[in-house]
């Protein structure tokens, strides 16, 4: 069973510039997670999506970071102006289903460089 | 402010010993906790977890210990292996569609 696909695996943007990140879970899963891993602390949760519909974005900045999931597949996260602070580790996840209960699968993530 | 802590930023171990990671938590709604481990360049994978009901769960060499009056768990590792050298990270939720918290992890090595 293939695992959870992240791209691009590495990103070095300046400041205010644009960038996205791409995840594809595993195949049936219906929840997809974003995470900040920023270094030295553990993953913070930005958004959770429940198929295509978003269950929790109460961490998600949302002046400049967006979200989608196209088709209940796909998931793009986009951030539009980057920030310095904003350099971390963003890890897409999935499960078959959105409580806790259910194990999160994490992808690579991408390491994102602000300069 | 941090709910969940993991206050040893990295441990080391020889081989064959017992590894005791520790997280401690402050909100007394978290009902269900995990243990995730993280290899350099590859994400967090699962690889314990215990109910509030429970004080102790065990997988293999991994055995997880709840003490819910002193908001405490810990990770056991016996016996450690160098292959477990990793980032652990303690996390925690309050159940049913609440999300996942993390604490900050520590680093282990196993040595030879």
């Known amino acids: 069973e293939a695992g959870v696909a992240q791209s691009p695996r590495y990103k070095i943007i300046e400041k205010r510039q644009s960038v996205a990140f791409w995840c594809n879970p595993i195949s049936g899963h219906a929840t997809l997670y974003w995470y900040q891993q920023i270094l030295g602390q553990g993953p913070k949760l930005l958004i959770q999506f429940q198929n295509n519909g978003v269950v929790d974005d109460s961490q998600l900045p949302k002046d400049r970071f967006s979200a989608e999931r196209l088709k209940g597949v796909d998931s793009t996260l986009k951030i539009q102006p980057a920030k310095l602070e904003d350099s971390a580790v963003y890890l897409c996840?999935?499960?078959?289903?959105?409580?806790?209960?259910?194990?999160?699968?994490f992808g690579p993530g991408t390491r994102l460089t602000v300069l | 402010d941090q709910q969940v802590k993991q206050n040893s930023p990295s441990l080391s171990v020889q081989e064959g010993r017992i590894s005791i990671l520790n997280c401690d938590y402050t909100?007394?709604?978290?009902?269900?906790f995990l243990w995730y481990k993280k290899y350099p360049a590859e994400g967090p994978t699962f690889l314990i977890s215990i109910s509030s009901i429970k004080d102790k769960n065990e997988d293999g060499r991994f055995t997880v210990f709840l003490n819910k009056s002193a908001k405490h768990l810990s990770l056991h590792i016996v016996p450690s292996q160098p292959g477990d050298s990793a980032v652990y990270f303690c996390?925690?939720?309050?159940?049913?569609?609440?999300?996942?918290?993390f604490g900050k992890g520590t680093m282990l090595l196993v040595s030879p």
């Open positions: 996390a925690a939720s309050a159940g049913g569609y609440s999300t996942l918290t």
């Open positions: 909100n007394s709604m978290f009902d269900y």
């Open positions: 996840a999935s499960s078959l289903a959105g409580d806790s209960y259910n194990e999160q699968f």
